[in-house]
Nanobody, 125 residues
Framework: QVQLVESGGGLVQAGGSLRLSCAAS????????GGWFRQAPGKEREFVAA????????HYVDSVKGRFTISRDNAKNTVYLQMNSLSREDTAVYYC??????????????????WGQGTQVTVSS
């Protein structure tokens, strides 16, 4: 069993930055691919970014490319999401998740095994 706890969310002005962290306990993350998803009010959960277990591969939704960076530190059992140039459209609850079954289809939430509780990100204009 893996427990995931997100942190780093909050209120930020448009154009600002936030860094989300996802700390895992219960098992090492070194063999899990990691992902970030978000869900805005009234919308479905949306893929944001994913990273392979070794960190050598990443994948982003088009709307965040060039602004968000996913990374990981397996020694700290933590996955990060650096978010720059935030806009109001980025307002959502952000969830981290991990999956065991390799890198393929990393943008599909149904393939992830463990999820955090989410952290709220609110971007004001």
């Amino acid at each position: 069993q893996v427990q995931l706890v997100e942190s780093g969310g909050g209120l930020v002005q448009a154009g600002g930055s936030l860094r989300l962290s996802c700390a895992a306990s219960g098992r090492t993350l070194s063999t899990y691919a990691g992902g970030w998803f978000r869900q805005a009010p009234g919308k479905e959960r949306e893929f944001v970014a994913a990273i392979s277990w070794s960190g050598d591969r990443t994948h982003y939704v088009d709307s965040v490319k060039g602004r968000f960076t996913i990374s990981r530190d397996n020694a700290k059992n933590t996955v990060y999401l650096q978010m720059n140039s935030l806009s109001r459209e980025d307002t959502a609850v952000y969830y981290c998740a991990v999956k065991r079954a390799g890198w393929g289809q990393a943008d599909r939430p149904g393939l992830y095994d463990y999820w955090g509780q989410g952290t709220q990100v609110t971007v004001s204009s």
